[in-house]
């Protein structure tokens, strides 16, 4: 059988744990055989990131905003305990915020459904898509620790020299305090991009806030996408017949869980970061949740949701073999893939994405599933299938 061909590489960009160990069988089992797999490959595995003074994050992302298309495995963000597990020279930020501060953009984050596993939230009839802003906020925060009484301000020196300053707070004694930011322009290709996204599926576009306390910083938020959607969408979105609903976020979290579904949840930063977990998980699992990073410069990051895995992994170094749930990175890679041949006109290769999307799902609809799932179908699979196991079955039903 004749492999299908690639025009163009994608931006493979291998991670940690037990998707690491995924990653290498997903392609083993279900690419390698089937197309003739063109990637440039960036090892942001823990050790690799600091071998390189975690250069190579960075270089990853230009590789995207150069070849247009990436797919991420999950990676470790380090912390002193892994500072101490990895023996690191240092701590590096998450690879993730680096990518996405190099890239800008919106996170969009999908449950994976099949009719086996139905929400734990009863009302829900169709997904909830979370759009989560992937600029700012507290992943480029700037942080310090007080430990004196003393005063902290938050200080603006314009180019031209003028300055601005507002108390902070004055420490009395010892503290924290931190420092946020956006840009006006990140918060509107955020919303252009939630709108396009929401035209595209065709389903409602609820944003929320916090603007009653965070008056200038949430306030700006609601206004660019109030402004954004009255001069650019408005129009569009009642010929598509599409709404637009602005609620607080604790409003907006009550709504969800007694709604119907059926929208794109557009989130700030930190709100789609938690939120994304909750419908995940609510939803079935949290290796049935795809994601993609829509750039405003027109590229594209593919990942699973949910991180390496990390308990699977020290349970797969002792010899088990573990039922670790590989959909989410199949889907990670069948939407590269079927973005790739989008954008270099190839239908043979969005054919086999599809194909393999398919093949993933009919296997845990006939009943061959990690144990993840197995705990929640219905019907319960008359047996649970370790992650080798079940990439096997998938094999097979591609065939
Ligand atoms: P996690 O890897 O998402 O796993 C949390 C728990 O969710 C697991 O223990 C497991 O529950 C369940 N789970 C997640 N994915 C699963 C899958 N594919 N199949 C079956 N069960 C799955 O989060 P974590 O353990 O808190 O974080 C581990 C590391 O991942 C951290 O170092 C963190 O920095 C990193 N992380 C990376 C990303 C990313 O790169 N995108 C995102 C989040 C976290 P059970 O143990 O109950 O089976
Ligand atoms: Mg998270």
């Known amino acids: ?11 493979e960009i291998d991670g940690d744990e037990m998707t690491r160990i995924l990653w290498d069988l997903v392609k083993e089992k279900l690419l390698l055989p089937f197309v003739d797999l063109k990637t440039e490959y960036y090892d942001l595995g823990l050790l690799n990131r600091d071998a390189t ?15 247009g298309v990436g797919v991420k495995c999950a990676t470790i963000t380090s912390n002193a305990a892994r500072k101490e597990e990895y023996n690191l020279k240092q701590l590096h930020p ?22 086996c596993i139905t929400p734990s939230v009863s009302t829900w009839k169709t997904s909830i898509v979370i759009g989560r802003h992937a600029y700012g906020d507290v992943y480029k925060a700037v942080e310090m620790e007080v430990d004196a009484p003393g005063k902290v301000e938050l200080v603006y020196t314009g180019v031209n020299g003028t300055e601005r300053r507002v108390t902070v707070a004055d420490f009395k004694d010892a503290g924290i305090v931190q420092g946020m930011h956006n840009y006006d322009n990140s918060i509107k290709s955020f919303a252009r991009a939630c709108f396009l996204y929401a035209l595209e599926e065709k389903i409602p576009v609820w944003f929320a806030a916090k603007d009653t306390i965070s008056k200038k910083y949430d306030g700006r938020f609601k206004a660019i996408f109030e402004e954004v959607y009255e001069t650019e969408f408005k129009a569009k979105c009642a010929a ?18 007694k ?31 795809t994601s993609v990073l829509v750039s405003p410069s027109g590229v594209f990051e593919y990942e699973a949701a949910h991180g390496t895995v990390q308990q699977h992994y020290y349970r797969w170094k002792k010899g088990e073999k573990t039922s670790t749930n590989p959909v989410a990175l199949i ?11 989008e954008l270099d006109g190839t239908p043979a290769l969005a054919d086999f994405a599809k194909k393999l999307e398919t093949a993933a799902l009919r296997t845990i609809e006939d009943g061959e599933m990690t144990s993840d799932l197995a705990k929640l179908a219905n019907p319960a699979p008359a047996k649970t299938l370790n992650s080798w196991d079940f990439i096997d079955a998938v094999a097979r039903s591609m065939a």
């Not at 680096?98 to 459904?113: C, E, H, Q």
């Not at 598509?240 to 907006?252: E, N």
């Not at 929208?263 to 290796?287: E, H, R, T």
């Open 94 to 115: 998450s690879p993730n915020a680096t990518i996405r501060a190099i890239l800008d953009g919106t996170v969009f984050r999908k449950p994976i459904s099949v009719p």
């Open 331 to 341: 889907f990670a890679w069948t939407g590269a893939l079927a973005k790739r041949a």
């Open 1 to 11: 059988m004749s492999k299908i061909a690639m025009k163009t590489p994608l931006v």
């Open 53 to 67: 003074d975690d250069k190579v994050s960075a270089e990853s992302a230009d590789a995207i905003l150069r070849l």
């Open 259 to 289: 709604g119907e579904g059926g929208f794109l949840w557009a989130c700030k930063n930190y709100d789609g970061d938690v939120m994304s977990d909750m419908i995940a998980s609510a939803s079935g699992s949290l290796a049935m949740m």
């Open 240 to 257: 598509a017949g599409i709404s637009y609903f602005y609620t607080l976020i604790d409003d907006a979290v009550a709504r969800v869980v």
